[in-house]
């Protein structure tokens, strides 16, 4: 598996329903309810840009055409949108393994950035692109995670890291911040279409010592209510952007946004 330069590929994962959003999400998909003036997914997106992504799958279910409607082919933020839709959501291993065809070039194995659509944070995407290197070069499929503090609506947190490491069993333990880098490879025994989650790939790939992975201590929203939401809105609204600190291409600085 040769060794690539730097991520191009990402997925950012948009199929849940929103059940604590109800009643916003009813009549719209929970990617595209808006804080600091633009669509929580919009952010994601130019983030993602941003980084050097030039090819970014959005997989849905809820409503999933008023996603591809208001998003389009991705070509305002110089990216190539690739649409995944699960007539039923398949969760995030199950979505992954459908949207293999989409990430992957011919069948060759792809290192990519995952992401959720109902996530803010002013990481820089680019900083991952190291381990992206690292988990090529590797003979075995494997992941890089990234942690924050626990918030908290999540105290207990998920997984520790120790030395660069991510554990199941040491203390303290961080949340995971729905921010990962994961190796095509890994999900190829899973048949498209079958509903499964992440947390049995996470547990056998730590186990066998395969995740690597790091503290972010900045700016991160999970959006999980109508609560989150608004205080989301009201920061992006009331800080300046923060630029990133690589170059950004000059059609996208007008609609670029960060946060402090």
């Known amino acids: 598996m040769a060794t690539p330069t730097r991520l191009t590929k990402a997925m950012i994962f948009a199929a849940g329903r929103g059940e604590r959003m109800r009643p916003l999400t009813d009549a719209t998909p929970k990617p595209l309810l808006e804080a600091g003036g633009k669509p929580l997914i919009v952010w994601q997106i130019e983030r993602l840009a941003q980084a050097g992504m030039r090819t970014i799958v959005i997989n849905h279910a809820w409503l999933g055409q008023q996603i591809e409607a208001a998003l389009g082919d991705g070509s305002r933020w110089q990216v190539e949108l ?45 900083r991952l692109n190291a381990q992206r290197a690292a988990l090529a070069a590797s ?10 503090p626990n918030p908290p609506f999540h105290a207990a947190g998920d997984f520790a890291l120790v030395d660069g490491q991510v554990s199941l069993n040491a203390m303290p333990r961080l949340t995971f911040a729905n921010i990962g880098l994961y190796d095509t490879r890994m999900f190829r025994t899973l048949t498209p279409g079958t509903r499964c989650a992440l947390t049995p790939f996470y547990r056998e790939a730590i186990a066998a010592g395969h995740v690597s ?16 939401l608004q205080a989301l809105d009201q920061h992006l609204l009331a800080h300046a952007p923060k630029p990133l600190a690589h170059p950004v291409h000059p059609s996208l600085v007008r609609d670029v946004r960060g946060a402090q």
């Open 82 to 126: 690739r649409y995944s839709p699960e007539p039923a959501p398949l969760e995030t291993a199950g979505g992954i393994a459908k949207a293999l065809p989409l990430l992957e070039d011919a069948g060759a194995p792809e290192i990519f950035l995952a992401v959720s659509g109902d996530v803010y944070a002013d990481f820089d995407y680019a």
């Open 139 to 148: 003979s075995d499929p494997g992941m890089h995670l990234v942690l924050v």
């Open 213 to 228: 992975g790091e503290r972010y201590d900045g700016l991160w929203a999970n959006v999980g209510t109508p609560a989150q």
